[in-house]
């Protein structure tokens, strides 16, 4: 994550990452994470439900926030806003999301009929 961020901060440009495990992404939120890092915002995030973030938009490089965090833990959000904090940076919130780590955090969401390709081998009767 942090070289994919870097390789595209050092063009010049604000970067997202984006968690591939977020079920109920909005695209209007990467939309305005975009709006709000083109129009000044240093950082912005997207926390999830868990204590992570699904979301992690910078307008220059700021490797300190991929530096000893306690991944997968409740944690990572509150110790990334600290880690900006320190270098007087106040990070925009996006909306609560919610993130699949586990088959079990799908019951939440409302599943399609044909969703049973969606369950792993533990899972299925």
Known sequence: MRRAMARELHRGRPAILIGSDVVDIDGNDIWHAAVLLSEGQQA??????????????????????FADL?????????????????????????????????????QFRRLPAN???????????
């Not at 995030?45 to 926030?65: C, N, R, S, T």
């Not at 991944?71 to 806003?81: D, G, H, K, P």
Request: hydrophobic share 40%; aromatic share 8%; glycine share 8%.
């Open 115 to 125: 969703a049973s390709h969606w369950r792993t081998r533990r899972d299925r009767p």
């Open 44 to 65: 912005v995030l997207g926390p999830v439900a868990d204590g992570g973030y699904w979301l992690l938009g910078l307008a220059q490089p700021a490797d300190e926030v």
């Open 70 to 106: 306690p991944w997968s833990s409740a944690r990572v959000l509150e110790q990334t806003q600290r880690i900006f904090a320190k270098s007087g940076v106040s990070p925009a919130l996006l909306p609560v999301r919610h993130d699949i780590d586990h088959a079990r955090d799908l």
